[in-house]
C-alpha cells in the first residue's frame, strides 16, 4: 500500500518531527516524511532533517507584508511536495481559517495537555500553579480555533509534588513522541477518522482501568 505523505511543520528544536522521521524508517509504517517546514531559518529541527536526507524548505514568516501571503506559499509547498497530511509539531504560528479549512481532516496537532484544559503557551507552568494531580498531551485534528478540534490521542501523566515546569515538560514530551507515532499511525491505516466534534476509531481497545493519584503507599 502506498505510504501516507507527511509535511511536518515546525518552528524548533523538532523533537516530534525526529519521534515521526524514526518511527517512518520503520518499514511496516504506513507513512513516509515528504517535506519538513520551517518558519524559522535557525530552527534546530531542520538540521536533524537534513541529516535523515529529508527535503526542508524555511518560508519566514517576517519576510511577508500579510499572513494570506505567507499562508499561500506554505500551502503552496505542501502540495507542490504532495503533502496528504500536515503535522504541526511545535510550530509557533497561529494558521488563519482560510488556510486550516484548505487542510480540513488533514493536518493535526500536539499540544503539552489534556485538551480542552490548558490550551496556548506555558501549559506546564499552568498545571503547577493550579495544583492539578494529572496532566498529559493530546493530539488532535487542528480547526480555526487555536488548541481546538477532534481529539484523536491523549497521555495522561502523574504529577509529582517536586515537579518544575522543565521536570514535567521533559516527562510529558516523552509521551508526546508516543502518541504522535501512534496518531500517524492510526491515520494513515484508516484506523481512525473525524466524525462531527469527536474521532471514531475501528477496532481500537482502550484501558477500562484509570489511574488514581496520589496513591497511598500500601495500595
Ligand atoms: C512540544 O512540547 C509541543 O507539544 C509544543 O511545543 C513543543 C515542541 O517541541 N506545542 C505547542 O505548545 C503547540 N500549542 P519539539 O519542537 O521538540 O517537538
Known amino acids: 500500500?502506498?505510504?501516507?505523505?507527511?509535511?511536518?511543520?515546525?518552528?524548533?528544536?523538532?523533537?516530534?518531527?525526529?519521534a515521526l522521521i524514526d518511527a517512518?524508517?520503520?518499514?511496516?509504517?504506513?507513512?513516509?516524511?515528504?517535506?519538513?517546514?520551517?518558519?524559522?531559518?535557525?530552527?534546530?529541527?531542520?538540521?536533524?532533517?537534513?541529516?535523515?536526507?529529508i527535503k526542508t524548505i524555511v518560508i519566514d514568516h517576517k519576510a511577508y507584508p500579510s499572513r494570506a501571503e505567507f499562508e499561500r506559499d506554505l500551502d503552496q509547498a505542501l502540495r507542490d511536495h504532495g503533502v496528504e497530511l500536515v503535522c504541526l509539531a511545535g510550530f509557533m504560528r497561529l494558521l488563519d481559517k482560510d488556510f486550516v479549512k484548505r487542510w480540513h481532516d488533514r493536518m493535526i496537532n500536539?499540544?503539552?495537555?489534556?485538551?480542552?484544559?490548558?490550551?496556548?503557551?506555558?501549559?506546564?507552568?499552568?498545571?503547577?500553579e493550579d495544583g492539578v494531580r494529572?496532566?498529559?498531551?493530546?493530539?488532535?485534528?487542528?480547526?480555526?480555533?487555536?488548541?481546538?478540534?477532534?481529539?484523536?490521542m491523549q497521555a495522561v501523566v502523574p504529577i509529582d509534588d517536586h515537579d518544575t515546569p522543565q521536570k514535567l515538560a521533559r516527562r510529558v514530551l516523552a509521551y508526546e513522541h508516543k502518541i504522535y507515532v501512534e496518531s500517524v499511525r492510526l491515520i494513515a491505516s484508516g484506523n481512525i477518522r473525524p466524525r462531527g466534534n469527536k474521532t471514531a476509531s475501528k477496532g481500537l481497545k482502550f484501558p477500562k482501568k484509570g489511574l488514581i493519584s496520589p496513591t497511598p503507599d500500601d495500595a
Open 1 to 18: 500500500m502506498a505510504r501516507m505523505q507527511l509535511g511536518i511543520l515546525i518552528s524548533g528544536r523538532g523533537s516530534n518531527m525526529k
Open 24 to 53: 517512518c524508517a520503520g518499514r511496516d509504517y504506513p507513512a513516509e516524511i515528504a517535506l519538513v517546514l520551517s518558519n524559522v531559518a535557525s530552527a534546530g529541527g531542520l538540521e536533524t532533517a537534513r541529516a535523515a536526507g
Open 110 to 128: 500536539i499540544h503539552p495537555s489534556l485538551l480542552p484544559s490548558y490550551r496556548g503557551l506555558k501549559t506546564h507552568e499552568r498545571v503547577l
Open 134 to 152: 494529572f496532566t498529559g498531551c493530546t493530539v488532535h485534528y487542528v480547526r480555526p480555533q487555536m488548541d481546538e478540534g477532534p481529539i484523536i
